[in-house]
């Protein structure tokens, strides 16, 4: 079985990283987003080291997916092939890949959820700082600090969110974890969900 490299060491480690990273901000920030979850306080040592650590943890997670954001935004420029690959993502999930445009390195979904990462992560950074107390909420007028939460929240979810439809699809496309856990994915693989970009590599 003949193996591609899809992603390098330091593309793993900083892929894992910034999701952690993103798990404890999840966490810690859904202790706060409703009584339900108050529990989860208990993960960082209580309420108040919840609230200190919250941001600090945002604030690194966001450093991390800018290294990754400068590592891919080229590869997942959106071209008008990939609008026609997501107009028919029933030939996708039904397993008739061949029927829709040739998919380069990542096709349209995966190149949706990016953006919309990218979106995200830079809302909830801007908002983040808007009502970081002590810091820097006192800067700024409370009806800005109250929108800048409640958008915090919003973006917060829509993370959420593309992060469990990119894990579904990861787990859906059999040998899509093996690119994030050793880097290398088959020759198979590569040739059926990525033609285009098997074809580049392969010269």
Excluded at 2 to 9: A, E, F, G, T
Excluded at 130 to 138: D, M, N, Q, T, Y
Excluded at 173 to 195: I, N
């Amino acid at each position: 079985m003949k193996l591609i490299k899809r992603y390098s060491d330091p593309e793993r480690i900083n892929h894992w990283f910034v999701a952690i990273c993103f798990v404890l901000a999840a966490l810690s920030g859904l202790a706060f987003f409703h009584p339900a979850f108050a529990f989860l306080t208990n993960l960082f040592g209580g309420g108040p080291w919840t609230r200190i650590l919250h941001p600090f943890i945002g604030v690194t997670m966001f450093l991390a997916f800018v290294l990754m954001m400068l590592r891919y935004w080229q590869a997942n420029t959106m071209a008008p092939e990939d609008r026609q690959w997501l107009s028919q993502w029933r030939d996708v999930i039904s397993n008739h890949e061949e029927k829709a445009p040739e998919v380069g390195r990542y096709n349209g979904g995966q190149k949706a959820i990016f953006w919309l990462m990218v979106t995200c992560m830079i809302v909830l950074v801007i908002t983040g700082i808007l009502f970081w107390r002590p810091w820097f909420a006192g800067f700024f007028p409370i009806w800005l600090v109250r929108m800048a939460a409640l958008l915090h929240s919003v973006a917060a979810t829509a993370l959420i969110i593309g992060t469990i439809v990119h894990i579904y699809a990861a787990i859906w496309v059999t040998g899509t974890l093996r690119a994030m856990v050793r880097g290398t994915v088959t020759e198979r693989w590569a040739r059926k969900h990525h033609p285009a970009w098997f074809r580049e590599v392969s010269k």
